[in-house]
Nanobody
Framework: QVQLAESGGGLVQAGGSLRLSCAAS????????MGWSRQGPGKQRELVAT???????DYADSVRGRFTISRDNAKNTMFLQMNSLKPEDTAVYYC?????????????WGQGTQVTVSS
């Protein structure tokens, strides 16, 4: 089992920045890929960014160049630095961690943290 806890959300004006954190605990040695997703009001959940255990990152086109995902394996924490925020970035942001044990992949999710960007 892996437990995830997000923090760092809040209210920010358009053009501002926020840094989200995701602290992992439990069977952290089994974590492979981690990522951030978001769900805006009335929208489906969408993948924002992913990062592998060796630090290879990928981004959704909507955030590429503005958001940076990073991972501190020593502290079991993942981050999402969000710059040049737009009102359309308003959403609940969730972190997830995928583990592979044997031939089975497990996907764990945090409870989410609210990000609100005012215009």
């Amino acid at each position: 089992q892996v437990q995830l806890a997000e923090s760092g959300g809040g209210l920010v004006q358009a053009g501002g920045s926020l840094r989200l954190s995701c602290a992992a605990s439990g069977r952290i040695e089994s974590i492979d890929i981690m990522g951030w997703s978001r769900q805006g009001p009335g929208k489906q959940r969408e993948l924002v960014a992913t990062i592998t255990s060796d630090g290879s990152a990928d981004y959704a086109d909507s955030v590429r160049g503005r958001f940076t995902i990073s991972r501190d394996n020593a502290k079991n924490t993942m981050f999402l630095q969000m710059n040049s925020l737009k009102p359309e970035d308003t959403a609940v942001y969730y972190c997830d961690a995928k583990t592979i044990i044997g031939a089975t992949m497990y996907d764990y999710w945090g409870q989410g943290t609210q990000v609100t960007v005012s215009s």
